[in-house]
């Protein structure tokens, strides 16, 4: 997997992440993969405290996220008539 790093300013609680999709023009079914939140680094560390309690960076109840790619069934059907016109010329 890719490593990133967000970068949050005070008071901001939403970021945006892109991430690159590479289109190899191979048809495949539906792909998955995850992006997850690591635990928040402070950039000025103050002493000891409760995260989030004085202003400490706190993740939310959910860190990790499934992404899928959905097959393009367009791209299958055209992928099915080729291989069905193959097979009636093989025969």
Known sequence: GHDGELIFEDSQTL???EIEI???D????SE???VELGHPIWETD????ENGADGRPVLGAHTRCKIVIIEDK??????DKIV???NVSLM
């Open 22 to 24: 590479i289109n190899d």
């Open 84 to 86: 069905a016109n193959a």
């Open 15 to 17: 970021a945006k992440i």
């Open 26 to 29: 191979e048809y495949e079914k």
């Open 32 to 34: 998955d993969f995850f």
């Open 46 to 49: 103050f002493g000891p405290g």
């Open 74 to 79: 367009e791209f299958k059907g055209f992928v």
